[in-house]
């Protein structure tokens, strides 16, 4: 009888597993919201490098990043096409946390490399107005001296009155 | 030289000064258009060569080309490059329409490039289950794409001139697309025609 009961407990529990194997499975909606979630994180971290980027900010390690995070969400894809969900949803959540600051870093690198430029500008703009207004000065005095030395020659060139 | 000529010459050569010296602060208030930018996508065979005829296959073996892509659009562009495999007759039927190709991708690539900057890629495809239907008629059940396996129902029919069984790998050139938040169709495609041997 102790026997029996042995058995019947290892079969329900076989029952249970199996069941809440089943229950915790993922079906194709939730991997492909799992996917989308995971398509849109990358999308988002690839316009803030882009900004980034634009601004003038070296963006080499979050490009390398966002290209690895590319390759797990293509293979999450390929998972959920061949009808891997549990694959696909996996490769899509290390996708989702493989992007995890690059958004942040990309904003500070962009507002870092704004500011640098604005100072850029700042300086060019100050070296630009010194500039030209040295050059006045310069073309002012140059032009006077300049014409001293011409009436100077000219002067030098003309014929000597001779005294009788 | 009189005063007159010296006047004028002076006067250029400090106007042009003042513009070298302008010009950095010029440039950067009003940048030089980038002009037309562009993509590139190629396609080489296992010996870096350009693929110029069809490739006819045997069942099971590894065959490999060589993808690359080349962003010249001046900015950082996020791609994504679909695989499809067509038959004979949905090739023909695509070569009359605009646009890309209305089939399913089999395989994607996405990756984000900076201006000038190059994606390579070697991609490796075997046709593991190709099984008999009818004399004139094969189905492959079995492709392997960079050793995934991909279970499908493409029916291929023998072309009635050759003798042979055509279907075409055809690679697509998506962008992103920020201000829709879409991957839009780049107008950039390359395919290849791949033979499948009578025997099979």
Request: with cysteine; proline share 1%; aromatic share 14%.
């Amino acid at each position: 009888m102790k026997k029996y009961k042995i058995i019947v407990y290892i079969i329900l529990l076989i029952i249970v597993v199996a069941c809440a194997s089943q229950c915790f499975a993922i079906d194709f909606i939730e991997a492909s919201t799992i996917l989308e979630q995971a398509e849109s994180e990358v999308a988002s971290a690839y316009i803030a490098v882009a900004q980034a980027q634009n601004a003038g900010a070296d963006v080499t390690e979050l490009i390398t990043t966002i290209n690895l995070a590319n390759d797990l969400l293509s293979k999450a894809y390929f998972a959920l096409r061949v009808g891997n969900y549990e694959d696909a949803s996996y490769y899509a959540i290390q996708c989702i946390e493989s992007l995890n600051g690059v958004i942040y870093q990309a904003n500070s690198l962009e507002s870092e490399a704004k500011e640098i430029q604005d100072r850029h500008f700042f300086m060019n703009l100050i070296g630009s107005v010194l500039g030209l207004f040295f050059l006045v000065i310069l073309g002012f005095f140059g032009w006077k001296l300049l014409k001293k030395w011409y009436f100077k020659k000219v002067l030098n060139k003309a014929p000597k009155l001779a005294v009788i | 030289m009189n005063l007159e000529n010296m006047k004028i010459l002076y006067v250029f050569s400090f106007v042009l000064l003042g513009l070298i010296i302008l010009s950095p602060t010029f440039f950067t208030l009003f940048p030089i258009p980038k002009g037309e930018g562009f993509s590139e996508l190629w396609l080489l065979d296992s010996n870096h060569l350009i693929v110029t005829e069809s490739l006819e296959v045997i069942l099971n073996r590894q065959y490999s080309i060589f993808l690359g892509v080349r962003n010249q659009m001046f900015d950082l562009q996020y791609y994504q490059l679909y695989v499809k495999l067509l038959n004979q007759e949905e090739a023909l039927q695509e070569m009359d329409s605009m646009g890309s190709i209305s089939s399913e991708p089999i395989f994607e690539y996405r990756f984000v490039l900076s201006n000038n900057e190059t994606w390579n890629k070697n991609f490796t495809f075997a046709f593991k289950d190709v099984s008999f239907e009818e004399e004139n008629i094969r189905k492959i059940s079995v492709l392997s794409i960079n050793n995934n396996d991909i279970d499908m129902d493409k029916i291929l029919v023998k072309d009635e001139t050759s003798g042979k069984f055509y279907c075409k790998l055809v690679f697509e050139l998506w962008i992103y697309n920020s201000t829709a938040s879409i991957f839009e169709y780049h107008n950039h495609f390359i395919d290849f025609w791949i033979t499948l041997e009578n025997q099979l």
